[in-house]
């Protein structure tokens, strides 16, 4: 009878170290939800991305307002809705540094005023780009 027993409490511990290792095997390969994916913080640097400044160059427009870029690094803005047209617009000078544009206007007073926007696109044909506040501007090449 004891062997028995003793056979019986052999069998039931082989049998649950059985379990215990189906149980391991099949959770290992299991991919854990919980666990977020690590992602470095480079990805969501925006001042890491380079735009080429050559694409800039040209006439934009976003609605009534129209922004001229030229190669020597000026340009001029304008508001038809204000009825202002170009020879009448605000001249700036500006820059492309990693993803920011960079205006800077000359006031009549003395002094320059920087006014600096994040890029989202720039390609051959759309720019988009927003300033500190969240506002956004899109505009399409048209010359």
Not at 58 to 65: E, R
Not at 71 to 92: I, K, Q
Not at 99 to 114: A, D, R, T
Request: hydrophobic share 40%; no cysteine.
């Amino acid at each position: 009878m004891k062997k028995k027993i003793i056979l019986i409490i052999i069998g039931i511990i082989l049998l649950a170290g059985l379990v215990i290792a189906a149980i391991y095997l099949v959770r290992k390969d299991k991919v854990k939800y919980y666990e977020p994916e690590k992602i470095d913080a480079e990805v969501f640097n925006e001042e890491e991305s380079e735009y080429d400044s050559d694409l800039m160059i040209g006439l934009w427009q976003d609605s009534t307002v129209y922004y001229r870029y030229n190669d020597d690094f000026t340009g001029v803005t304008w508001d038809v809705a204000d009825d202002v047209y170009e020879n009448e617009g605000v001249s700036f000078t500006w820059e492309i540094s990693g993803s920011l544009i960079i205006h800077f206007y000359k006031m009549e007073i003395g002094g320059v005023v920087p006014k600096m926007h994040t890029i989202s696109v720039l390609d051959l044909q759309h720019l988009s780009y927003h300033d500190e506040y969240g506002v956004e501007y899109d505009f399409v090449k048209i010359e």
